[in-house]
């Protein structure tokens, strides 16, 4: 590759020659190169030959770019794109839009399929959802369930453990979760956008590190996205289309999204208060019958969990701030400064940072015109401002709002990574010009190469180690199962929980549960053969004076249960039940493959 030359321009002043910055010669090569080794990088990684994380080379190509686009001001017309490039478009385009938001649903379901492999035991917060839909189907305890937790995912649970009864069919409702989001974002996107806009934006959702690595496990977050999409989508409609009776269906997914994730109830809010600051107060007053309705119909849906929180905590918000206090945040805000620092790589990869950074870039350039048009009374802003600037704040105060309640999670996020990358696709489609379909065809490009790349670099660096942590879990729970009323504990108590079938409780709990009157388990039932798990590398274990406190001076049996996974060897402490005679705890289970 050779460098161009210095461009000299006619000084304005003395009438002479000056040469071009030298950073505006030196910014095409940089954008160039940093283009093309993330072009390469990414391909390398989609068929294995490199692994790690990739390299963040679009967060230099694009400041780069945008300073070579710079010196293109002073030609009267940016060239058209090649022929060639014209052509190959023209063929892609043929493609209807919706056999590529296809195209992106079978890439997502072969994904999910790959990645079970990797990490085929359950996790420790799959386990707890597990145990709870398994307790419901026929008694089993749920260990590691608290009452702070949403009951939607255990329900759905429930209905795939009675088709088939394992880890699998678990996994089988985070498919169909993960699907329902992407069509989800497809559909609202093509409403907002266009429908090819939209396969692009939804492509650049799976590709992210964020969103993918969640694809497989069976959590709520990213089915608690889809319907909060929606309800984004009806509050845009509500106030675009006249005469709209979208705010009667809202309730609808709000309440499925609530009941599924109790944490929506920040973004709720979040996404309430950017509606009255992008559209205003007087419009949403001027839908008082249908907001009225609204209000009520989501009180209305929300009185179950209401007496159920006020018989649980003694008030009717009781277990959503309990929720808030079981954040695992260090200090109130850490966990906006997390997202500050993470942002935009940990949470869309480069490719979509870049395009969340347009994003915001298009909400700052919405709302310079909407404030234009307030000054100086001249129509300067477009019609599809005020709801961008609603999209866009949605996602800005939802990362404030629950950067400040909670801790800092990508999974927490999704929302606002979605509108922001719709919004980024909109941006770069209207601010490349004649070059829209083609910018837009390589992004598509790009991010198509970047789903495979990042399933690799999930399934080969970011599963093995809570995989090699399970394996550890899943020996001692195949020991320790067996039809006797048991209960374990460990730092580990989902996990071991769903292996065995016996009730498991943290040190902490167990230290609460007065053991020297005779110990019982979550169920609440006495006369369960109790074991306490120390694992040679484990976590929030007891020292020897506080494990003494813990035995409080029963008879005993150690035993070690040697295991090839990362926690390396467990010391099982079985205390002697004080009544041997003792009702039974519960039905067993045998451990599960």
């Known amino acids: 590759m050779t460098i161009a030359p210095p461009v000299l321009s006619p000084d304005p002043v003395r009438g002479g020659e000056v040469r071009t910055p030298r950073g505006r010669r030196v910014a095409p090569v940089v954008a160039v190169v940093t283009t093309l080794a993330a072009v390469v990088q990414q391909v390398l990684h989609a068929v294995g030959v490199v692994g790690g994380q990739p390299w963040p080379w679009l967060l230099v190509a694009a400041p780069a770019w945008l300073l070579a686009l710079r010196g293109l001001r002073g030609l009267r017309a940016v060239p058209a794109p090649p022929p060639v490039v014209v052509r190959a478009v023209d063929r892609l385009r043929r493609i209807p839009a919706w056999a590529g938001a296809a195209a992106v649903l079978a890439m997502a379901a072969a994904v999910w399929a790959a990645l079970q492999d990797h990490e085929p035991l359950i996790g420790h917060e799959e386990a707890v959802y597990g145990n709870k839909a398994r307790s419901w189907l026929d008694g089993t305890p749920d260990a590691g369930w608290g009452t702070y937790r949403p009951v939607g995912l255990p329900a759905l649970g429930r209905i795939a453990l009675a088709v088939h009864d394992d880890v699998g069919a678990l996994r089988v409702v985070a498919l169909l979760l993960a699907l329902f989001t992407l069509t989800a974002t497809y559909l609202v996107a093509a409403r907002l956008t266009t429908p090819r806009r939209a396969v692009v934006a939804t492509l650049l959702l799976l590709s992210g590190l964020g969103f993918l690595r969640r694809v497989p496990l069976f959590l709520n977050d990213i089915g608690a996205t889809g319907l909060l999409l929606i309800v984004v989508y009806l509050l845009v409609r509500a106030q675009e289309k006249p005469g709209s009776r979208a705010l009667l269906v809202l309730p609808l997914p709000a309440l499925a999204a609530f009941y599924l994730r109790y944490g929506v109830v920040g973004t709720l809010a979040a996404v309430a208060v950017a509606a009255v600051l992008a559209y205003g107060p007087r419009a949403w007053l001027a839908q008082g019958r249908r907001l009225a309705l609204c209000a009520g119909v989501l009180l209305a849906g929300l009185i179950p969990h209401f007496i159920y929180a006020t018989d649980v905590t003694g008030s009717p918000l009781g277990l959503i701030f309990s929720a808030t206090e079981h954040a695992g945040r260090a200090y109130v805000g850490d966990g906006l400064l997390y997202y500050l620092s993470v942002f935009p790589y940990r949470l869309a990869g480069d490719l979509g940072g870049v395009v969340m950074a347009a994003g915001l870039w298009g909400l700052g350039a919405a ?70 379909q083609a910018v837009l065809t390589a992004i598509a490009a790009l991010a198509a190469v970047t789903v495979p790349a990042t399933a690799q670099y999930v399934a080969h660096d970011a599963m093995p180690g809570p995989t090699a942590q399970r394996v550890s879990t899943l020996a001692v729970a195949r020991q320790l199962a067996g039809d006797r009323p048991c209960l374990l504990v460990t730092g580990y108590e989902p996990d071991l929980g769903w292996y065995s079938g016996c009730d498991a409780v943290t040190f902490g709990q167990y230290r609460r549960m007065a053991p020297a009157s005779g110990a019982s388990g979550a169920s609440g039932a006495s006369g369960a053969e109790v074991s306490l798990i120390l694992f040679e590398r484990g976590r929030l274990q007891p020292g020897p004076a506080s494990l003494r406190r813990l035995i409080g001076g029963r008879a005993t049996t150690t035993r070690t249960i040697p295991t090839e996974g990362s926690l390396g060897t467990a010391t099982v402490i079985t205390l002697r039940a004080l009544r041997p005679d003792a009702v039974s705890a519960g039905a067993r289970r045998p451990a599960r493959r």
Do not use: H, K
Request: proline share 4%; with cysteine; net charge positive.
């Open 367 to 436: 709302i310079r015109r909407r404030r234009g048009n307030r000054r100086t009374g001249v129509a300067t802003s477009r019609p599809c401002d005020r709801s961008r600037v609603f999209l866009g704040m949605s996602a800005v105060l939802t990362f404030i709002v629950l950067g400040v309640a909670t801790d800092g999670e990508p999974r927490f996020v999704y929302l606002p990574v979605v509108l922001l990358t719709v919004l980024g696709v909109q941006t770069l489609a209207e601010s490349a010009g004649r070059w829209s």
